[in-house]
């Protein structure tokens, strides 16, 4: 099993920057490759941005690319979405997502997910 903690969620000003981290713990994290997601009020969730067990392969979502980007830290089994040049249209909670092997951007493929945490972006 996985545990996935999300903090750094808030409210920021269109065009601010927040960084979200997700801590898991629970067995072997350097194996899985990570996701986060999110869902907006009334809609599915949608894929984020993830990033493979070593760093090196990495995948963002059409609307994020150019703001968002996806690190880990393996020795502090953490990883971290920096968010730059925040939209209303991000507004949603986000979630963090772990899976064993490559990465995916299909939500279904994730086993292991975190309890969200929330950004609000205002005009």
């Known amino acids: 099993q996985v545990q996935l903690v999300e903090s750094g969620g808030g409210l920021v000003q269109a065009g601010g920057s927040l960084r979200l981290s997700c801590v898991a713990s629970?067995?072997?994290?350097?194996?899985?490759?990570m996701g986060w997601f999110r869902q907006a009020p009334g809609k599915e969730h949608e894929f984020v941005a993830a990033?493979?067990?070593?760093?090196?392969?990495?995948s963002f979502a059409d609307s994020v690319k150019g703001r968002f980007t996806i690190s880990r830290d393996n020795s502090k089994n953490t990883v971290y979405l920096q968010m730059n040049s925040l939209k209303p249209e991000d507004t949603a909670v986000y979630y963090c997502?772990?899976?064993?092997?490559?990465?995916?951007?299909?939500?279904?493929?994730?086993?292991?997910w975190g309890q969200g945490t929330q950004v609000t972006v205002s005009s």
């Open positions: 997502a772990a899976r064993w092997g490559r990465v995916v951007t299909d939500r279904a493929l994730y086993p292991y």
């Open positions: 629970g067995r072997t994290f350097n194996s899985d490759a």
């Open positions: 990033i493979s067990w070593s760093g090196d392969s990495t």
